[in-house]
């Protein structure tokens, strides 16, 4: 472990987690009990089909596929049947030929000319046969010029004969060129992963080519089974989600030559987005892993499968390393291709991880100030400055603006509605309507200004003696120290 953490750093040293868990007690998880997978670790489907009826007859119209999806057994016995019954048959199409003749009753008058030479009994009928269909010949038996209906059944004999020889050698040797045993040097990890990952929560899982050949063209998919029931009251079983393994950047597409690190980012867009290490030990689901490319040796498209269920993803864990540079290659040590350890990964969601930023800062997303909301001084003077690039205030002023340096009273005055402004200008929208009104005085506002004017110099009062220096200076809007191009956009919003 030394030489690992020596060679790619101290990101790849163990964390020693007891059964504890990542940093919080939590009593040890009941072992669940083995489920029923929908797709095997070597890729076959746990699937059957029953209650066909009428429609096994659409096996037989495609016979030949048929005959290649049967299982080798099969294939051997259909193979040996098929050669015995149709050897056997011609054999006694032979025999009958001779008995209706009565060649059998003169088998041994040399004056007679007999259909097929030497043919006495059914055993010779059928040595007769397997010469005349092996090609063999061997020249003691053969068929003469006197015996016309022998001639058209040695015709009908080479005919069926090739029509058979075609189609089961045809049969087994697609069977055995399938691409399915190329999948066979096609790895995938025993488990998959989940920790942290350029900053975000990554579903990781590992693929490997034991192969030099290479696969071309090679892309995988994954495939997310979990029953689910919709708002309407409809249960789906087994709903089949899609998990984005890099479509959109092409990362899907593989260059098989060494193993590769298929990862799954989880976000807001991804089935695992509420998924936690706790809810994890509840959950049921079963990811399908399908990778698929062309045989490079034959061009045949090949799919190598796999799944993992819920109790084969582990969290918090990583990858062992199986590339090391030696002297002028590459070496993979696949004795640590299924390896992991674990490393410090959060407990908890990405969509918690997202409420809990969201309420340790409920102040992030400032107000605009021409909304139609009721907004302070204050949040308008942060507004300029995020929304203006070229208004850049002075660091002083910037402390004053941050709403975590300013006293907690005046903190309060800021969030209220915007009766308590610092100027007659930042007035309710009703009362500058009311102001510009001509024969509107001051006098007529009555105890709406006088009101509003009071909490204002309380206000104002209770500033520490720094700031009441800067808000006497500027008439209330600080301008004293604010920059030329400020100033003049703050009096132009004034006016």
Request: charged residues 25%; positive net charge; proline residues 5%.
């Amino acid at each position: 472990m030394s030489a690992l953490r020596k060679k790619f750093g101290d990101d790849y040293q163990v964390v020693n987690t007891s059964s504890s868990g990542s940093g919080f007690n939590q009593p040890p998880p009941e072992k669940k009990r083995k489920r029923q997978r929908f797709v095997d670790k070597n890729g076959r489907c746990n699937v059957q089909h029953g209650n066909l009826g009428g429609e096994t007859s659409r096996y037989l119209s495609d016979l030949f596929t048929t005959l290649v999806d049967l299982k080798w057994r099969w294939n051997l016995f259909i193979f040996i049947l098929t050669y015995t019954v149709a050897w056997l048959f011609m054999a006694s199409m032979w025999w009958c030929i001779a008995y209706i003749r009565g060649d059998l009753n003169r088998a041994h008058n040399d004056k007679y000319t007999r259909c097929v030479a030497n043919v006495y009994n059914f055993p010779s009928a059928f040595l007769f046969f397997i010469e005349t269909e092996a090609t063999i010949g061997y020249g003691h038996r053969y068929i003469t010029d006197k015996c016309p209906e022998g001639i058209i059944l040695f015709l009908f004999q080479s005919i069926l004969g090739s029509i058979v020889d075609a189609f089961l050698i045809g049969c087994m040797f697609i069977k055995m060129s399938q691409p399915k045993k190329r999948a066979e040097t096609l790895m995938f990890s025993e488990h998959a992963a989940i920790s942290m990952r350029d900053g975000k929560l990554t579903l990781m899982f590992r693929v490997g080519n034991l192969r030099n050949s290479h696969m071309v063209s090679a892309q995988i998919r994954c495939k997310l089974l979990k029953s689910r029931q919709t708002p309407e009251g409809e249960f789906l079983p087994l709903d089949q989600l899609e998990l984005d393994v890099g479509f959109n950047t092409g990362a899907d597409q593989l260059f098989l030559v060494s193993p590769l690190t298929i990862c799954h980012v989880i976000d807001t867009k991804s089935p695992f987005y509420d998924l936690s290490q706790r809810s994890m030990q509840t959950e049921q689901f079963e990811i399908v892993v399908i990778l698929e490319g062309i045989v490079e040796t034959t061009g045949m498209t090949c799919q190598a499968r796999t799944s993992y269920t819920e109790d084969e993803v582990l969290w918090g864990h990583r990858f062992y390393p199986v590339i090391s540079l030696e002297e002028g290659f590459f070496k993979v040590d696949y004795s640590q291709f299924h390896a992991t350890f674990e490393v410090s990964t959060p407990p908890y969601s990405v969509k918690e991880a997202e409420e809990a930023l969201l309420l340790s800062s409920p102040l992030m997303a400032p107000s605009l100030c021409n909304s139609g909301e009721k907004n302070s001084s204050l949040d308008c003077l942060e507004t300029l400055e995020d929304n203006d690039s070229t208004c850049k205030l002075p660091t002083k002023l910037q402390k004053m603006s941050g709403r975590e340096g300013l006293p907690k009273k005046l903190l309060r005055m800021s969030s209220t509605t915007s009766e308590m402004t610092y100027s007659f200008g930042d007035l309710p929208m009703k009362l500058q309507r009311i102001s510009s009104v001509p024969g509107v005085s001051d006098d007529k506002l009555g105890g709406k200004a006088s009101k509003m004017s009071e909490p204002m110099s309380k206000s104002v009062a209770d500033l520490p003696p720094k700031l009441q220096r800067m808000a006497g200076g500027g008439g209330g809007r600080m301008d004293g120290h604010l920059p030329p191009k400020l100033r003049k956009m703050n009096s132009d919003r004034f006016t």
